[in-house]
């Protein structure tokens, strides 16, 4: 078991403090993982009028250049906080635009791949179950933007929730995985609740203003109309 373990992550000591990282091999894996995601939906899934679990060639189209550019925007940081977590340049908006256009079922599967990309950005990781909630699930959060597709102000609601899904993971993390961090005498929930809200929230308060610049929702309408037609 060890050996198969060591096949796809490095001896322990990745951030020197018991953390492993992926070899070529494991981001390859975690790569067609990703692939296998988006694609196969497209080729294998069951479309009908009340169900639709099928990606369409625009969707994946769409879905492939908000990945594209949530991956850009990611590397626009404005603050990189030490345990991870950082204020980018609205890298979530992306993210939540596929779900707010296509539904949950798109938008979630579009966030928990975009999550395994943030991952292979910097593959360390202390155990399996940490990874999950830190990248495709905290990511993947996002679109929960989905469910409320149609509604009025929904680009703005959906926003805000995807973004408390992701925090709500977040927290969950800090508080199973990385409490040791927090100063003495400090909770560690409470710890947790800061760490994340010091880039989450910002992040949020700034995209939410730039959505609502009559120009930009406007443009962002626009470009809905064709991501739909």
């Not at 018991?18 to 296998?36: D, E, N, R």
């Not at 102000?153 to 925090?167: E, P, T």
């Given at each position: 078991?060890?050996?198969?373990i060591?096949?796809?992550?490095?001896?322990?000591?990745?951030?020197?403090?018991?953390?492993?990282?992926?070899?070529?091999i494991?981001?390859?894996?975690?790569?067609v993982?990703?692939?296998?995601?988006?694609?196969?939906?497209?080729?294998?899934?069951?479309?009908?009028?009340?169900?639709?679990?099928?990606?369409?060639?625009?969707?994946l189209?769409?879905?492939a250049?908000a990945?594209?550019?949530?991956?850009?925007?990611?590397?626009?940081?404005?603050?990189?906080?030490?345990?991870?977590?950082?204020?980018?340049?609205?890298?979530?908006?992306?993210i939540?635009?596929?779900?707010?256009?296509?539904?949950?079922?798109?938008?979630?599967?579009?966030?928990?791949a975009?999550?395994?990309?943030?991952?292979?950005?910097?593959?360390?990781?202390?155990?399996?179950?940490?990874?999950?909630?830190?990248?495709?699930?905290?990511?993947?959060?996002?679109?929960?933007?989905?469910?409320f597709?149609?509604?009025?102000?929904?680009?703005?609601?959906?926003?805000?929730?995807?973004?408390?899904?992701?925090?709500?993971?977040?927290?969950?993390?800090?508080?199973?995985?990385?409490?040791?961090?927090?100063?003495?005498?400090?909770?560690?929930?409470?710890?947790?609740?800061?760490?994340?809200?010091?880039?989450?929230?910002?992040?949020?308060?700034?995209?939410?203003?730039?959505?609502?610049?009559?120009?930009?929702a406007?443009a962002?309408?626009?470009?809905k109309?064709?991501?739909?037609?």
């Amino acid at each position: 078991m060890d050996k198969i373990i060591n096949f796809f992550t490095t001896t322990d000591g990745a951030w020197g403090d018991g953390s492993v990282k992926l070899t070529s091999i494991g981001v390859v894996l975690v790569a067609v993982c990703i692939l296998a995601l988006v694609v196969i939906p497209s080729i294998t899934g069951k479309k009908n009028s009340e169900n639709k679990t099928k990606l369409t060639t625009k969707q994946l189209t769409y879905s492939a250049v908000a990945l594209a550019l949530a991956m850009v925007c990611s590397m626009i940081k404005f603050a990189n906080l030490p345990m991870g977590g950082s204020c980018t340049l609205c890298s979530m908006l992306f993210i939540v635009l596929i779900g707010y256009w296509y539904g949950p079922y798109v938008g979630l599967t579009v966030g928990f791949a975009y999550g395994l990309l943030q991952f292979i950005m910097e593959p360390i990781f202390y155990t399996l179950p940490q990874m999950l909630i830190d990248y495709p699930l905290a990511f993947g959060a996002l679109g929960l933007a989905g469910f409320f597709a149609g509604k009025k102000h929904g680009l703005q609601i959906g926003y805000i929730v995807g973004v408390i899904g992701r925090y709500i993971f977040s927290i969950i993390s800090g508080v199973v995985f990385f409490s040791a961090y927090a100063p003495e005498g400090t909770p560690a929930i409470i710890y947790s609740l800061g760490y994340n809200a010091t880039y989450l929230i910002p992040e949020a308060i700034v995209t939410l203003i730039i959505i609502s610049i009559p120009a930009v929702a406007k443009a962002l309408d626009t470009v809905k109309k064709n991501a739909l037609s």
